[in-house]
C-alpha cells in the first residue's frame, strides 16, 4: 500500500541538540514532499519543499532536508535546536498518480525540546 | 498569522443541530481542501475544490456537506453528526491542483466537539 511513514513518534532533545528526524515514503514515480510544523494550537506551516533539483532544500527556521531518491526518504534535520521548536512534525507527500491534489500525511513526530 | 481564515475556531454542537464551518482566502487560489484532524493523528483529505467544482469527495459521509460559492470562500455544512466526528477540521488552499501549484497553505481550523 502507498504510505508516508515517520518512525519517531516522540523525540525529546536538549537544547543546542542536533536534530534528524526519519522520513520514507512508498509512493513511485514524480513526488512533491514536504515538511510540515504544528506548533501547540497553532496551524500548520510549511517548512520546506522539495519538488525537483538540488536534493538538498533550506527551509525556514534554520531546518533542511535531503531528498534520497533511492532510498524514499525525505529526512529532516537542524544542526542545533531551540526551545521553541517543540512542536508536531509532518511529513507529506503529493503523488502524481494519485491525483496531484491528494496531500498523503506522516503520523507525525512530536519533538519536545528541554531548555 | 496564516493567509486561510477559518471561523469559528471552536464550536460545540449537538448531534441534532444544522451549523456551517467557513474557510476564506484572498490569495486568488483556485483550489481549496478540507481536512479533518483527530487527536494526535495527521490530517485526513476530506473533500477537494477546484475552480469552484467539487473534484473529490473521499467518501466522506451525507452528514458532511461542501460548498463554494466562489473562488475565494469554502463551507463546510454540518447535520446530524455523531460523536466521533468531534475533530480540528483543517481548510486549506492552493494555487491550483497541479504538483507544480503546491504546496497548500493551511487555515488554523476549527475545533468541533458533539455533545
Known amino acids: 500500500a502507498q504510505s508516508v511513514s515517520q518512525h519517531n513518534h516522540h523525540v525529546i532533545l536538549s537544547e543546542a541538540a542536533s536534530l534528524e528526524l526519519g522520513c520514507n515514503y512508498s509512493?513511485?514515480?514524480?513526488?512533491?514532499l514536504f515538511w510540515y510544523v504544528q506548533y501547540p494550537g497553532q496551524h500548520l506551516q510549511l517548512l520546506l519543499k522539495y519538488f525537483s533539483g538540488d536534493p538538498l532544500v533550506k527551509g525556514i527556521k534554520g531546518f533542511e532536508a535531503e531528498f534520497i531518491k533511492s532510498k524514499f526518504s525525505f529526512n529532516l534535520r537542524k544542526p542545533s535546536v531551540q526551545w521553541s521548536d517543540t512542536a508536531e512534525y509532518f511529513c507529506?507527500?503529493?503523488?502524481?498518480?494519485?491525483?496531484?491534489?491528494?496531500?498523503?500525511f506522516g503520523t507525525g513526530t512530536r519533538l519536545t525540546v528541554i531548555p | 498569522d496564516t493567509e486561510v481564515t477559518q471561523t469559528p475556531k471552536h464550536l460545540v454542537m449537538g448531534m441534532t443541530n444544522k451549523k456551517s464551518l467557513k474557510c476564506e482566502q484572498h490569495?486568488?487560489?483556485?483550489?481549496m481542501y478540507w481536512y479533518k484532524q483527530k487527536a494526535k493523528k495527521p490530517p485526513e483529505l476530506m473533500f477537494v475544490?477546484?475552480?469552484?467544482?467539487?473534484?473529490i469527495n473521499e467518501s466522506v459521509p451525507s452528514r458532511f456537506s461542501p460548498e463554494c460559492p466562489n473562488s475565494s470562500l469554502l463551507n463546510l455544512h454540518l447535520h446530524a453528526l455523531q460523536p466521533e466526528d468531534s475533530a480540528l477540521y483543517l481548510c486549506?488552499?492552493?494555487?491550483?491542483?497541479?504538483?507544480?501549484?503546491?504546496?497548500?497553505?493551511f487555515g488554523d481550523g476549527t475545533r468541533l466537539s458533539i455533545l
Open positions: 475544490y477546484s475552480y469552484e467544482k467539487l473534484s
Open positions: 486549506a488552499s492552493s494555487r491550483d491542483t497541479g504538483l507544480s501549484d503546491q504546496p497548500q497553505h
Open positions: 509512493y513511485g514515480g514524480t513526488v512533491n
Open positions: 490569495m486568488g487560489h483556485r483550489a
Open positions: 507529506a507527500v503529493n503523488a502524481r498518480f494519485s491525483g496531484a491534489n491528494n496531500l498523503f
